[in-house]
């Protein structure tokens, strides 16, 4: 029988691998290294490098997506959710770095998994928000503004930074704990600029 304590470990092991290197990058053996496990102990659990990033990259989509849909869905004002998506997206992230870089890197790597992972287990669904900010300019809350842009200017100003944490870092020649610092002060700074820039 497979230990769930093994099978973490190969995970934590895979993710970091992953990430350095990316999936066509990665080798078996260099996961299992990184695991202190045996190659035969690695195929028993994960038959294939591709079914261990499945496993992987899907462990890394349940970790967000909820959240979004979440907020998404939310009986609260469209400025109400752009606080709470901005506060809950930045949290998260702080605590799992890796998963922005991570899931942008594979979506972009290989266009044609993500096509098919996301047709079989589904993304979070915007368009009740989409629906929610068109409503509210049609009210007079909000100035007139498509809504995708809306939800682009969200998603960019929120997520840039960690996707592109590296390069952050190295433009603003500053260390991690200073990073971490500005990130916590954005939750405040974003849904202000946002706001600022959408209400009437």
Not at 57 to 62: I, L, R
Not at 71 to 86: H, L, P, R
Not at 167 to 179: A, C, H, M, R, S
């Amino acid at each position: 029988m497979q230990d769930p304590s093994t099978e973490q470990k190969i995970l934590e092991a895979a993710i970091s691998i992953f990430q350095k290197k990316g999936m066509a990058g990665t080798r078996m053996q260099e996961i299992a290294d990184e695991a202190k496990i045996n190659k035969a102990m690695l195929h028993y659990y994960f038959r294939s490098k591709q079914r261990l990033f499945e496993a992987v990259f899907m462990q890394a989509f349940q970790q967000l997506a909820p959240h979004v849909n979440e907020i998404f869905n939310a009986d609260a004002t469209v400025f109400e959710k752009v606080e709470s998506f901005v506060d809950k997206y930045i949290s998260f992230v702080l605590v799992n770095p890796y998963i922005p870089s991570f899931l942008i890197q594979e979506i972009n790597n290989n266009p044609k998994f993500a096509q098919t992972f996301f047709s079989a287990h589904g993304v979070p669904d915007p368009s009740q928000f989409e629906q929610q900010i068109a409503e509210e300019i049609q009210q007079g809350i909000l100035k007139p503004i498509d809504p995708k842009q809306f939800l682009l200017n969200l998603f960019s100003l929120t997520a840039f930074s960690f996707a592109a944490n590296g390069l952050v870092k190295g433009l603003l020649n500053i260390d991690n704990e200073t990073f971490m610092m500005m990130m916590e002060e954005r939750k405040k700074l974003i849904p202000e600029l946002i706001i600022n820039s959408i209400k009437r």
